[in-house]
């Protein structure tokens, strides 16, 4: 009988210790959250106004953002570029077989090309933006905080976001530009020439519907998504890395909650500006 209710007391305990442990996360995560919402807002609208006050009092560090820039460039183009290829010929097969079931095949270019740039372009270059190059810059600034630079910067009285901050969030928004017109162009020609080649559909078909039902409005939605995630994953991957705390394995953790965080903003933030896009510009008719 000793046994018995000494083996329920010990059930008991561990039964809450685990309810207490379930109710203070569940306590602590919204209010982490909140906070790092805040921390990323407040570090977003200082960057914007430092950008701003540094362009006009010609102190913009133009060498530091070139490099930047280049780094973003050349971490991100390869594989953006090669994940635009199948996403471009699976877009391409779907919409051409979903046509050819409606008996409109020559829509398929039309089809095809819209998703690709209005809805994969800005996305693809966004995550594969937070996935290498974001990822890369949140190491680099959280290997600065727990080696102290980034307090010794602060000691000194040199600002931190004007320093590190600012021309990475300029170089991720160029970069950003610059890959979603990679992807467009790349999607396009590789949808194209699958369902030109591949599919035996008709090329000035497939050229002619997309001229007929892309817009200028398309095109600058989705450069403006571009400028916008792009400032996204600047703003997430400095915040990440400047919070930087424990060590080594801080970095990695920091490092997993830039891929995360980012990804999970992108895909809000683009449900909303499609949402958006479609109450304010509704289209009637082709």
Same mark, same amino acid.
């Given at each position: 009988?000793?046994?018995?209710?000494?083996?329920?007391?010990?059930?008991?305990?561990?039964?809450?210790?685990?309810?207490?442990?379930?109710?203070?996360?569940?306590?602590?995560?919204?209010?982490?959250?909140?906070?790092?919402?805040?921390?990323?807002?407040?570090?977003?609208?200082?960057?914007?106004?430092?950008?701003?006050?540094?362009?006009?009092?010609?102190?913009?560090?133009?060498?530091?953002?070139?490099?930047?820039? =280049?780094?973003?460039?050349? =971490?991100?183009?390869?594989?953006?570029?090669?994940?635009?290829?199948?996403?471009?010929?699976?877009?391409?097969?779907?919409?051409?077989?979903?046509?050819?079931?409606?008996? =409109?095949?020559?829509?398929?270019?039309?089809?095809?090309?819209?998703?690709?740039?209005?809805?994969?372009?800005?996305?693809?270059?966004?995550?594969?933006?937070?996935?290498?190059?974001?990822?890369?810059?949140?190491?680099?600034?959280?290997?600065?905080?727990?080696?102290?630079?980034?307090?010794?910067?602060?000691?000194?009285?040199?600002?931190?976001?004007?320093?590190?901050?600012?021309?990475?969030?300029?170089?991720?928004?160029?970069?950003?530009?610059?890959?979603?017109?990679?992807?467009?162009?790349?999607?396009?020609?590789?949808?194209?020439?699958?369902?030109?080649?591949?599919?035996?559909?008709?090329?000035?078909?497939?050229?002619?519907?997309?001229?007929?039902?892309?817009?200028?409005?398309?095109?600058?939605?989705?450069?403006?998504?571009?400028?916008?995630?792009?400032?996204?994953?600047?703003?997430?991957?400095?915040?990440?890395?400047?919070?930087?705390?424990?060590?080594?394995?801080?970095?990695?953790?920091?490092?997993?909650?830039?891929?995360?965080?980012?990804?999970?903003?992108?895909?809000?933030?683009?449900?909303?500006?499609?949402?958006?896009?479609?109450?304010?510009?509704?289209?009637?008719?082709?």
């Amino acid at each position: 009988m000793a046994e018995e209710g000494s083996t329920s007391t010990h059930e008991q305990s561990a039964t809450d210790e685990i309810d207490d442990w379930a109710r203070g996360y569940v306590r602590r995560h919204p209010v982490a959250a909140l906070a790092t919402v805040g921390e990323q807002c407040k570090l977003g609208v200082r960057t914007v106004q430092y950008l701003m006050v540094d362009i006009a009092t010609l102190r913009f560090p133009f060498a530091e953002f070139i490099r930047q820039a =280049a780094f973003m460039a050349s =971490a991100s183009a390869l594989p953006t570029m090669f994940v635009a290829i199948p996403i471009g010929v699976t877009l391409s097969i779907q919409f051409g077989l979903l046509a050819g079931q409606v008996g =409109a095949t020559s829509l398929a270019g039309a089809a095809s090309g819209l998703a690709v740039i209005k809805q994969g372009a800005p996305m693809v270059a966004a995550l594969l933006m937070a996935s290498a190059a974001g990822s890369a810059v949140c190491a680099d600034l959280g290997s600065r905080k727990i080696r102290d630079e980034i307090d010794a910067l602060e000691v000194m009285g040199i600002s931190v976001i004007r320093r590190l901050v600012v021309p990475r969030f300029a170089a991720a928004i160029l970069v950003g530009l610059a890959l979603t017109g990679l992807v467009c162009f790349v999607g396009f020609l590789s949808g194209y020439l699958f369902n030109t080649f591949v599919m035996n559909g008709t090329p000035g078909s497939f050229v002619a519907t997309f001229a007929s039902f892309a817009t200028v409005g398309d095109f600058v939605l989705t450069m403006i998504k571009a400028m916008v995630f792009g400032a996204i994953v600047a703003v997430v991957e400095c915040q990440k890395g400047l919070s930087t705390s424990g060590g080594p394995a801080g970095v990695a953790n920091s490092v997993n909650a830039t891929v995360v965080a980012s990804i999970l903003l992108l895909m809000v933030v683009n449900v909303a500006f499609t949402q958006l896009y479609v109450l304010l510009f509704p289209r009637t008719g082709f």
